[in-house]
């Protein structure tokens, strides 16, 4: 019985190590430097640093949160407006989130 919870904590790390080699593997220029990336490789990564909940898809709630910084930064007004016409328009497949692809026309790089 002592030894149980030491085993869940071997486990425990287990799984997160392993979970992290799966996010850092998911993506072959995940790691490389700003300078380093392609054209397509640096939308991809402002388009997942607005993916906070790490589906790589936007829904609603980020997709505001994009537009609502960006309209904040050119000190325009109206960002939920914007958001919800452009949310509708993007997410063509209407599966309620907008993908790599819908924002941008082209595949997510791997
Ligand atoms: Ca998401
Ligand atoms: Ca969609």
Redesign the pocket.
């Known amino acids: 019985m002592k030894k149980y919870p030491i085993k869940i904590t071997v486990i425990t790390l287990l799984g997160s190590l392993f979970a992290l080699s799966i996010a850092s593997a998911e993506y072959s220029w995940a790691n490389k430097k700003w300078g380093e990336l392609s054209d397509v490789e640096k939308k991809a990564k402002v388009f997942l640093k607005w993916?906070?909940?790490?589906?790589?898809?936007?829904?609603k709630a980020?997709y505001t949160e994009m537009t609502r910084v960006q309209f904040e930064k050119n000190g325009k007004e109206g960002y939920q407006k914007a958001a919800e016409k452009r949310f509708q328009n993007k997410d063509t497949n209407e599966d309620g989130?907008v993908s790599f692809e819908e924002q941008n026309n082209m595949k997510l790089p791997e």
Do not use: A, W
């Not at 993916?51 to 829904?59: A, I, P, R, V």
């Open positions: 993916d906070t909940d790490g589906d790589s898809q936007l829904n980020e989130f």
